[in-house]
């Protein structure tokens, strides 16, 4: 996969997408949050890997949020970065997904780390949420991932106060899983994949789509019942038995049913 923004690896079962704007803080800009989201659709629907791994270019930073350079200036549709569809991606994505900040995330880069499913750090990195300082707000991902991570009162204090958190606070809020020495995120990046790839894909699948339901409402638990409980139904006998009734337009044998 070519891309102008971000750029895609894989290595065994772990495919690794880095933002890849490391002039600009791995500023989201409109052409890569698109690019983002359709690397994940990709990731989704191939069998090759079974981890996707979400981090910066360089040391510095894995993502400091967005800019709208370039947007059409319209209040109509395209006024503000997508940024949802690469959340959404992310949250519908079946393979579990690792952010693996290598340095600030600010902002959108927050919540990104924040949707992911785990996040691993290098102990330098930092940790903020400045939109209300600026004029901006995140009213929707950002807050209700925030509350599921760290609690409705500290979440607001993050929202409303914009103070800076060292790896080591995040993972005590359990905003982060795992912080690790800068010079071994890379290594332990990829042991922390390897880990979680060695588990049954259907079982990760069937248990990041439960946790989705939640928050997903209709859709999360479409998905859920549609794309993992059904694809078990319909290798029942009652299943197929159901199918071939209808085709040969006869009764079926109710036998079956159950089986």
């Known amino acids: 996969m070519s891309f102008e923004t971000i750029l895609y690896s894989e290595d065994g079962p772990v495919g690794t997408l880095t933002l890849n704007r490391p002039d600009d803080g791995n500023m989201f800009n409109e052409t890569m949050c698109h690019e983002v989201r359709d690397c994940i659709n990709q990731v989704r629907r191939e069998t090759r890997t079974r981890v996707l791994v979400i981090t910066g270019a360089g040391e510095k930073f894995f993502c400091i949020g967005g800019r709208k350079d370039g ?102 809020l359990g905003l982060v899983n795992r912080v690790v020495a800068d010079e071994k995120l890379v290594e332990e990046t990829r042991a922390f994949a390897l880990e979680v790839a060695e588990r049954g894909a259907f079982a990760l699948a069937s248990l990041k789509a439960a946790f989705g339901a939640r928050h997903g409402g209709v859709g999360g638990l479409s998905r859920l019942a549609h794309d993992l409980l059904l694809r078990g139904y319909l290798e029942t006998e009652e299943s197929k038995e159901l199918s071939a009734s209808f085709r040969e337009r ?6 079956t049913f159950g089986h």
């Open 71 to 172: 947007m059409e200036d319209t209040a109509l549709y395209a006024g503000v970065l997508p940024t949802l569809e690469m959340y959404d991606a992310i949250d519908k994505c079946q393979k579990p997904v690792i952010a693996s900040v290598n340095g600030f995330a600010v902002g959108g880069g927050n919540v990104l780390q924040m949707v992911c499913d785990l996040t691993i750090a290098k102990q330098s990195a930092v940790f903020r949420q400045v939109g209300p300082m600026m004029g901006s707000f995140d009213a929707g991902y950002g807050t209700w991932f925030l509350e599921d991570l760290v609690g409705k009162k500290k979440a607001k204090e993050i929202w409303f106060c914009n103070k800076k958190m060292s790896a080591g606070e995040a993972k005590d």
């Open 250 to 255: 006869r009764s079926p044998d109710t036998d």
